[in-house]
């Protein structure tokens, strides 16, 4: 009894054992084809990935071409350091007088049209000083990027008075000869004055000198 109680024990560990090696090669086996089947996947995921970024690449590509130079050759500009050349030409004495120094900063870095346009505005609103000297031309003689000749032209006999009297705000003032520079705003009322000067006032009253004007003014508060 003892006998056959031992032979059962050793089959049944023997089955057992059996059972477990089976079992144990089996989840190796399994084990192994599900690494083999994710390693193919993730190959080929990787695969599809490399193809997408290639053509995402490509679409950015045709998108954003590469930025490409701009060709400025052509377009000339005054350089800084460039030499500038004024001539003021006088009439009726026809004399020409020259300074030569170097471009100014408002001038440097402009075109050929761009100082054209500013000799033009400079002309549409000229200084009193250059006014009264009888400036009636500012132009462009040379355009390179090296060197710059312009030219103002003055003639004094063009201008034929040099102070403007009137009337603002019921008083005497007096613009130079530009019309629109005030010299000098007066404390003369001018209801105080007589009719007729009051009517040369309202027309405006053009002085040449500076002698006149002091006349003028003295026999208004005299």
Known sequence: MRKRLVSYTLCFVGLCTMFTLCYYYS????LKQM????????????QQLTQIGT???????????????????????????????????KLPENELTVEERMVTSDLAGLTREEIIKQLSDYMQD???????????????????????????????????FKYYVAVKDGYVIIYYSDLKTVYEYTE????????????????????????????LLESYTS
């Open 55 to 89: 053509t995402k690449s490509t679409d950015l590509d045709t998108l954003n071409p590469p930025a490409t130079s701009v060709n400025v050759a052509g377009y000339d500009v005054v350089q800084a350091g460039a030499k500038l050349r004024i001539e003021n030409y």
């Open 126 to 160: 000229i200084p009193v000083t250059e006014y009264e000297k009888g400036l009636f031309a500012y132009e462009l003689i040379k355009f390179s990027q090296d060197e710059l000749i312009l030219r103002k032209s003055y003639n004094q006999d063009l201008v034929d």
């Open 35 to 46: 690494q083999s089947k994710s390693e193919e996947d993730n190959y080929a995921l990787i």
């Open 188 to 215: 003369i009322i001018a209801i105080d004055l007589p009719e007729s000067e009051r009517n040369r006032l309202m027309q405006g009253i053009k002085i040449k000198t500076n002698e006149e004007l002091y006349e």
């Open 27 to 30: 989840y190796q086996k399994a």
